[in-house]
């Protein structure tokens, strides 16, 4: 069974950075179409930032310039870089793969993707 454990969330003050990590087991993340989502409170699950196999990028336009998606082979691991980072970012952060048949593409949607992780906060105030 495929995981996906994200880890790096934190609280930090308003223009500060983070970089969150997702961990996959049973998964090659160089083979996949991985996603960042984020859902705030109250607020509908977003796409963020998506990388495909062939190392193909796609961002929502609230956060390009500020975070960037990123992958380690050799860990086996998905990144996103986040700065400058503002009040509207705070959110629980998802990392997603999607089936290996769509791993040529690039989507921020949602229903694209089939496995999830746990979730991690973050939190920026200002």
């Known amino acids: 069974q495929v995981q996906l454990a994200e880890s790096g969330g934190a609280s930090v003050q308003s223009g500060g950075s983070l970089r969150l990590s997702c961990a996959a087991s049973r998964l090659t993340v160089s083979s996949a179409l991985m996603g960042w989502f984020r859902q705030a409170p109250g607020k509908a699950r977003e796409g963020v930032a998506c990388l495909n196999r062939y190392g193909s990028l796609e961002y929502a336009d609230s956060v390009k310039g500020r975070f960037t998606i990123s992958r380690d082979n050799a860990d086996n691991t998905l990144y996103l870089q986040m700065s400058d980072l503002k009040f509207e970012d705070t959110a629980m952060y998802y990392c997603?793969?999607?089936?290996?048949?769509?791993?040529?593409?690039?989507?921020?949607?949602?229903?694209?993707?089939?496995?999830w992780g746990q979730g991690t906060q973050v939190t920026v105030s200002t």
């Open positions: 997603a793969a999607a089936a290996s048949e769509d791993s040529s593409m690039l989507s921020l949607r949602e229903d694209r993707y089939k496995t």
